[in-house]
Each structure stands twice: as structure tokens, then as C-alpha cells.
């Protein structure tokens, strides 16, 4: 089982849309949670971080799940420009183990916005 | 503040030969990560640093290999280059372990012919 699972998609949607991405994670240890955004052929690019009260950045709302294990990416009003491959991003592990040391990615849920 | 500079962007290799690719960081970050993207699929971590002097492997350390001498720089060596290692690059940094995301260079276009 991936420590990270996310639906890969597409999710194909017209311009204007609230499209939402969720993502699994496994390890009930896991401290931190983010998404990042990659457009084709580019770095990936932090997007927001996730906290547990859930946090707003203009169309964008991330929302934490602890019992349930899982984080969701709601995009509203979706643009053009808003195609882009989302990945959930997850520091696995408490603060005194190497588990922290890194990061776990998703696979990504590929989006595309259409006119 | 330039962030994480990867150098070169592109490159071919012949099997067999060998090249490093450069990553440097000005924002005095500790933890430095190298990952390697082929098309179509995730990221996968091949080494890691968390200071100056200390390095460890990730997921897929075979047929690379690192250095870290000096905060700022974390080069990635590749000995006997092989078609298997025709992938994109990625250098990251992060202040420090906890609540702090990855800040990425711009990536290394790597084909080994």
C-alpha cells in the first residue's frame, strides 16, 4: 500500500467549476501535509500548506482529516490556468525519527480546465 | 535570493560516461533532497542531507552518489551512465525538519543514449 494515494485522474472541467482532490495517507504519525502544484515539465511549487482547522488562500480551501486520514484540495471558480498536475505531499514522521527528515509525495491528480 | 540553482538544465550522455549535476542553495537551508521524475509518473527520493557532512540514501540511491561539504551545495554524481537513468532531476531544500515544505530548482533534463 502507498503511504500517500491520491486518484490520478484527469479531472476534466469547464472553466468555472469547484472541482476537490482528495489524497489518502497511511501513517497516523504524520505531522505535516501540504499541496504543491507541477505544471508539465516544471518543479513542483508549494501551493499551501494544510493545518488541522483547514486554511483559505482565494479559490483554493485545504481541509485536514486526522481521524479519517485523509486531506482534500477544493478549487473554486476554476481558470484556465489552473490545469496542473496537484500533488499531496505529507511529512510522515513525529519530530525524532529520520521519517521526518523527508517528504512523501503523491502521485499527483492531473487537471485539466477546459474553455 | 536565487533559491535552489540546478545546473546544467540539459544534458545527454553516452552510456558509460559520467557527469555530476550541481545543485546550490542561498537560503541557508539544512535539509537538501535530490528526486528523479520519469515522465508520466512521481517523484522518487534518491539521497538526502540534513547538514553539512551527512548524507543518506532514499529510495532509489543505485548507480549515484553525493557529497555535502558545505551548506549551500549538494552535487549528484553519476558513475557508468545507464538508459535507465534518462529522467528529469530535481534538487529541493528545507530549513528544517517539521512544518516546512520543499523549495524545488528548476530541474535537470537528463537522456542517456
Known amino acids: 500500500r502507498k503511504e500517500v494515494e491520491q486518484d490520478p485522474g484527469p479531472f476534466n472541467v469547464p472553466e468555472g467549476a469547484t472541482v476537490a482532490f482528495n489524497c489518502t495517507y497511511s501513517n497516523s504519525a504524520s505531522q505535516s501535509f501540504f499541496w504543491y502544484r507541477q505544471d508539465c515539465r516544471k518543479e513542483p511549487k508549494l501551493l499551501m500548506s494544510v493545518y488541522s482547522s483547514g486554511n483559505e488562500d482565494g479559490r483554493f480551501t485545504a481541509q485536514l482529516n486526522r481521524a479519517s486520514q485523509y486531506i482534500s484540495l477544493l478549487i473554486r471558480d476554476s481558470k484556465l490556468s489552473d490545469s496542473a498536475t496537484y500533488l499531496c505531499v505529507v511529512n510522515e514522521g513525529p519530530m525524532n525519527n529520520n521519517a521526518g527528515n523527508m517528504l512523501t509525495f503523491g502521485g499527483g491528480t492531473r487537471l485539466m480546465v477546459k474553455p | 535570493n536565487a533559491g535552489v540553482t540546478q545546473t546544467p538544465k540539459f544534458r545527454i550522455l553516452k552510456i558509460g560516461q559520467s557527469m555530476t549535476l550541481q545543485c546550490a542553495q542561498d537560503m541557508n537551508h539544512n535539509y537538501m533532497y535530490w528526486y528523479r521524475q520519469d515522465p508520466g509518473m512521481g517523484l522518487k527520493l534518491i539521497y538526502y542531507?540534513?547538514?553539512?557532512?551527512?548524507?543518506d540514501k532514499g529510495e532509489v540511491p543505485n548507480g549515484y552518489n553525493v557529497s555535502r561539504s558545505t551548506t549551500e551545495d549538494f552535487p549528484l554524481r553519476l558513475e557508468l551512465a545507464a538508459p535507465s537513468q534518462t529522467s528529469v532531476y530535481f534538487c529541493a531544500s528545507r530549513l528544517d525538519r517539521g512544518a516546512y515544505g520543499y523549495t524545488f530548482g528548476s530541474g535537470t533534463r537528463l537522456t542517456v543514449v
Open positions: 542531507s540534513v547538514g553539512a557532512g551527512i548524507t
